[in-house]
C-alpha cells in the first residue's frame, strides 16, 4: 500500500538555507526562536505563497523586502495564523501549528494558534488601535482578556513600554488626539506589552507622512539594537541597512535571494532583487 501524501506540509523537516546563521546579537548555542517551513497559500487560483521558509535565532532583526502584491503581507499574517496558510509549518519557542486546509484538526490546533499568537506581536501598516480606548487602554486590553494579567501588572508593564517609545505623557490621551507616528509607537508599546518572543512589523512607517517616518524607524533601531526579535517587512533601506541581521526578498510568494543587508541590498546576486532595488533607487524612494 502506497504511503498516503502528508498534505500538512509536515513532513520534512525545517531546512535552513546556507545564508541563515545566527546573528551577532544571537547567544552561542540558542536555537531558532521561529521557523517557518514551506508556507504555501492559495487564495482561489491565485498561488500567492509557494513555500517560502525562514528561520529567526533570538535577538535577531530580519527584513523583507519585495514588490507590492509579492505576498510579504500573507506570509507575515500566515506566521500567527492571522491568514490560514494552505500548506506548511509555523513553530514559535516551541509551539507548533500545521497547515490545516481540511480542518481535520480540532480544538487543539485552536489553543495552539492562541499559544502561538501570544508569542507573535504584530505591529500594522494602519496601526489598528482602538479609538474608544485611551493609549493605556489600548496596551493594557489583550494582556488583561488574552493572558488573564492583572491589572495593576498589565499597567506598570505598559507604562514601562510607553516610556521606551517616548509616550508616557500620553498615557491618558485618546489615539484621535495622537499624531500617525505617536499612534504607531503606541501600536509599538502595546505589542511589547503582551511580551512576545518575536515582533513582526508590516510595513509599519508605510502610511505615514514622511515627516513622520523617522521617529517610528528610531524606536524600531533601538528595540533592534537591545536585541528584540524582530521581522520587519519594509522598503526603508536605510533602516533594513542599518538593523537587519539578514534580508529576505520575496518574489511571487518565495524567497528569492537571502542574506545580509550588504549583498541583499548593495550587491545582490539574484535579477529579480536587482530590478527591484534599480527601480527603487530611479524612484528616490531611499532617504
Ligand atoms: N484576503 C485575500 N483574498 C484574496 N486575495 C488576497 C487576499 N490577501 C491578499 N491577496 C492577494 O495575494 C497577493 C499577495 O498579497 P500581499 O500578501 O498583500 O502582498 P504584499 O504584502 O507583498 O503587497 C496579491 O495578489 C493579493 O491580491
Ligand atoms: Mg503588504
Redesign the pocket.
Known amino acids: 500500500m502506497s504511503k498516503p501524501i502528508d498534505l500538512r506540509g509536515a513532513a520534512e523537516p525545517h531546512q535552513l538555507h546556507p545564508a541563515e546563521k545566527p546573528g551577532v546579537l544571537v547567544k552561542a548555542g540558542a536555537g531558532p526562536v521561529l521557523q517557518a517551513t514551506r508556507i504555501a497559500?492559495w487564495?482561489?487560483d491565485?498561488h500567492?505563497?509557494r513555500g517560502a521558509s525562514i528561520t529567526v535565532w533570538p535577538g535577531e532583526t530580519v527584513c523583507i523586502l519585495?514588490?507590492?502584491?509579492?505576498?510579504?503581507?500573507?506570509?507575515?499574517?500566515s506566521l500567527n495564523f492571522l491568514?490560514d496558510p494552505t500548506d506548511g509549518r509555523v513553530e514559535i519557542d516551541g509551539v507548533v501549528v500545521n497547515a490545516d486546509p481540511f480542518h481535520t484538526e480540532g480544538k487543539d490546533r485552536a489553543e495552539r494558534i492562541r499559544e502561538l499568537r501570544m508569542r507573535a506581536g504584530m505591529v500594522f501598516q494602519e496601526f489598528n488601535l482602538f479609538p474608544h480606548l485611551s493609549v493605556i487602554g489600548n496596551c493594557i486590553e489583550a494582556p488583561i482578556l488574552v493572558k488573564g494579567m492583572a491589572r495593576k501588572e498589565a499597567e506598570a508593564i505598559a507604562e514601562k513600554y510607553l516610556e521606551k517609545v517616548g509616550l508616557l505623557d500620553k498615557r491618558d490621551e485618546y489615539p484621535s488626539r495622537l499624531s500617525g507616528g505617536q499612534r504607531q509607537r503606541v501600536a509599538i508599546a502595546r505589542a511589547l506589552t503582551m511580551q512576545p518572543k518575536v515582533l513582526l512589523f508590516?510595513?509599519p512607517t508605510s502610511a505615514l507622512d514622511p515627516t513622520l517616518v523617522g521617529e517610528v524607524l528610531k524606536v524600531m533601531a533601538d528595540l533592534a539594537h537591545e536585541g528584540r526579535t524582530m521581522i520587519v517587512?519594509t522598503h526603508e533601506m536605510d533602516f533594513a541597512h542599518e538593523a537587519a541581521d539578514r534580508v529576505y526578498y520575496?518574489d511571487q510568494?518565495e524567497f528569492v535571494e537571502v542574506g545580509p543587508p550588504e549583498q541583499v541590498i548593495d550587491a545582490p546576486q539574484d535579477q529579480r532583487t536587482r530590478d527591484f532595488l534599480a527601480r527603487f533607487r530611479t524612484l528616490g524612494t531611499k532617504k
Not at 66 to 77: A, D, H, I, M
Open positions: 497559500k487564495f482561489g491565485n500567492v505563497l519585495g514588490r507590492s502584491g509579492s505576498g510579504k503581507s500573507t506570509f507575515l499574517r491568514e508590516d510595513e517587512v520575496m510568494g
